[in-house]
């Protein structure tokens, strides 16, 4: 933008420079994560979308009669190429903004080229300097992104180790913030394995760098499971333990991964060597001494001293990982990863695609109907009432209108506050530096700060991105004098029209989604049980099977953690909120465990042939119960599965007491689910009958 700006200020031809910077920014945020030959196809293709496009809305636009039906039928189809993966949506998403900021600015533009030349013309050359940037650094964007998953790891381990100093009441809370980190956590390091697969793709196993990555990546997805793993209910750990000591040195040894984690994330991020703190060593051994030491004085029953032993070899295992992390970082190892597979989704033919993608219950088609009609609203008072500048309000449908009601409101609220924000920041700003150098200076600093807050803080970058906005169609049109009045009205009447929209249009309650969400976790987890178990008589191996079933359970927990969020804003009765919390911290509860289980997971024919009937018992419960829920059908009466507890029998075989109480725990739990699940369907019908009476 500066590149642009200064020139077009030098050779006072602001407006042009202006409507170019536009085009950079939808350039800029219709960009995707390729590599660089794909990212020049996806240019090129963006180019010519955006020259079209504006070109179209240029013909059309005062032919209210033509345009309406046009806007409205290319909304649908922008938002319904989502379906066909994140690039073409981001893709669909940049064409319908710059065709918007070609709307508003159309009132201004001298000729019929105009636009569709400087806005392209804009996009295209942050296009080529963001290529350029690639070409120099084709890695840069995956150490971001990986950094990401380390900062995440961090966040968690250290909201995790409050757990060995807070009342029993705070538990349930920690418990919800740890679901919330963890899913910041699984989708750091989804994001990360799509772009190690886009760029494994045709490259050769010799490219030192890649591997690197590839096995940073492989390290904090095994950190994932041991952090996210409960050796113990911590409910019960400051009564049976009865020893602070311990407890702190528990504590102080998980802020100091966590705080080692966001190290190595910053060393990720800034291209240098990570440097592992060896007071971690000395903690470890020092933590031993000290449990030994109060068994000796105490003599803890084998099932609290078997499990908490565990727990400091999974913090000695997270200890070693990051001495791995740091060989790598260091280039003092090369790496071995490149062999390892990952995951890569399924292509779907194009027609059952677009057969599920058209009908009503795809959630993208019920937004790509909403966000069209809300259009259309918005675009029948603009024609009625002839706003000439009024298309701020598609703008403001745009950003807050989203698929859900619960995102929707959220983005209401930061939206209102964040222009009110830019406004009140505007005015006072322009009055004290009224020169076109100083709004140009005030209009760079305010997308800069946009950029740097938009996945961050939004309501911050909203207000930032208003400042930018608001400076960019006035001195494109040339006033002296900030028009902000107007549009703030029009900030308030298209956040009005996307809560009709998400209100009244279809609306996507969460309520409705609970079956399938709560089908779709305890199916995972059951796969993920089977690949652990499976792994009990072939020995423990990192291999695509059962990072896919790990990964999916983590998935599927996530969804139903942001169902409970979601639907806390939604107008539910209270006893669908309490049900969905319930499901939710359970399942994280389950979860939790059979990370246990995997963390420590190991070849023994004995566990395996004691506890494989048990463990296939939960298997089948998990599935059965999955099946039931999807088919609406009722849960077939079973009796809960015995849960026992009883660890003497194994004397002091650690392994075996630690897995026996691991699977009485999920069974627990699973029992806990099944009953749950039972209520769930019981109370729906209900709720159904109800409904179709009151029709």
């Known amino acids: 933008m500066t590149s642009l700006l200064l020139p077009g200020w030098w050779l006072e031809q602001t407006p042009a420079a202006v409507t170019l910077t536009l085009g950079v ?12 030959k794909g990212r020049l196809r996806h240019l090129l293709l963006s180019l010519l979308c955006f020259f079209i496009a504006i070109s179209l809305v240029t013909l059309l636009i005062d032919a209210p009669l033509l345009f309406g039906p046009f806007l409205v039928l290319s909304t649908a189809g922008l938002i319904l190429m989502g379906a066909w993966g994140s ?20 009132a201004d533009s001298p000729s019929f080229w105009y636009q569709p030349l400087l806005l392209t013309l804009g996009a295209a050359w942050y296009g080529l300097l963001s290529w350029l940037v690639l070409l120099i650094w084709p890695y840069k964007q995956v150490h971001e992104q990986l950094a990401q998953c380390y900062f995440a790891l961090s966040r968690y381990l250290l909201e995790k180790s409050r ?5 029993e009441q705070q538990h349930q809370h920690l ?16 994001n990360t394995k799509q772009m190690l697969n886009r760029r494994i793709q045709g490259r050769h196993p010799q490219q030192e760098e890649l591997g690197r990555l590839l096995a940073l990546y492989l390290l904090v997805q095994d950190m994932h499971e041991r952090a996210t793993s409960s050796h113990y209910s911590y409910q019960q750990l400051n009564q049976d333990l009865k020893q602070e000591d311990v407890l702190a040195g528990y504590q102080t040894l998980l802020v100091e991964i966590g705080e080692s984690c966001y190290r190595l994330g910053y060393a990720i991020l800034t291209h240098n060597a990570y440097r592992h703190r060896k007071r971690i060593a000395w903690e470890l051994s020092a933590l031993q001494d000290q449990l030994d030491y109060s068994h000796l004085k105490q003599d803890y029953p084998p099932s609290l001293l078997s499990p908490m032993k565990y727990l400091g070899r999974n913090m000695e295992h997270l200890h070693q990982a990051l001495l791995r992390a740091e060989a790598l970082t260091q280039r003092q190892t090369l790496p071995e990863a490149m062999s390892v597979e990952l995951a890569r989704p399924r292509r779907q033919p194009f027609w059952p695609k677009l057969h599920a993608l058209l009908h009503p219950d795809s959630l993208l088609f019920r937004h790509g109907v909403r966000l069209s009609l809300g259009f259309a609203l918005a675009y029948s008072l603009i024609a009625y009432f002839e706003l000439e500048r009024g298309y701020w309000i598609l703008l403001t449908i745009l950003f807050v209108c989203q698929p859900s009601f619960s995102a929707t409101r959220k983005r209401l609220v930061q939206r209102i506050l964040g222009t009110l924000g830019g406004i009140l920041v505007a005015v006072p700003l322009l009055y004290l530096f009224p020169s076109i150098g100083a709004q140009l200076l005030i209009l760079l600093l305010g997308a800069f700060i946009f950029f740097t807050l938009v996945k961050v803080y939004y309501s911050w970058a909203v207000g930032f991105v208003t400042l930018f906005v608001l400076l960019a169609f006035n001195l494109q049109g040339g006033a002296s004098e900030l028009i902000w009045l107007p549009r703030l009205f029009d900030t308030l009447v298209g956040c009005l029209l996307s809560f009709v929209a998400v209100w009244f249009i279809w609306p996507d309650w969460q309520r409705r989604h609970l079956p399938r969400l709560m089908a779709d976790a305890m199916e995972a987890n059951a796969h993920y049980l089977a690949a652990i178990a499976k792994q009990f008589s072939s020995g423990r191996h990192e291999d695509l099977d059962y990072r896919l079933a ?12 942001l169902a409970w969020q979601n639907i806390r804003v939604e107008p539910v009765p209270k006893y669908w909120l309490n049900l969905c919390f319930d499901i939710a911290y359970r399942n994280h509860a389950l979860l939790s465990y059979l990370s246990t289980l995997g963390a420590h997971r190991a070849q023994s024919d004995l566990l395996h042939a004691e506890h494989n009937e048990q463990i296939q018992q939960l298997v089948i419960r998990l599935q059965a119960s999955a099946q039931a829920l999807r088919s609406k059908h009722a ?17 002091d075989d650690e392994w ?26 019981q109370q729906d019908a209900t709720t159904d009958a109800a409904a179709s009476q009151l029709g």
């Not at 920014?25 to 660089?36: F, I, K, R, T, W």
């Not at 757990?163 to 009342?167: A, E, K, N, W």
């Not at 740890?178 to 390091?189: D, F, R």
């Open 550 to 561: 790990r990964k999916q359970a983590h998935l599927a927990d996530n969804q139903l953690a």
């Open 175 to 190: 418990r919800h913030q740890l679901a919330q980190l963890n899913i910041q956590l699984v989708s750091a390091l989804e």
């Open 25 to 36: 920014m939808a350039g800029a945020l219709s960009e995707v994560d390729q590599d660089p």
């Open 163 to 167: 757990f060995f100093d807070s009342p």
């Open 656 to 681: 075996l007491i630690l897995n026996q109480q691991l699977l009485s725990h999920v069974t627990l739990l699973v029992n806990d689910l099944y009953q749950l699940a039972e209520g769930f369907q």
């Open 635 to 651: 849960l077939p009466a079973s009796d809960p599965l015995p849960a026992n507890q009883t660890a003497s029998a194994y004397g």
């Open 87 to 106: 690039t073409a949506g981001t893709l669909g998403f940049g064409i319908l903004l710059v065709s918007l900021y070609a709307m508003q600015g159309h």
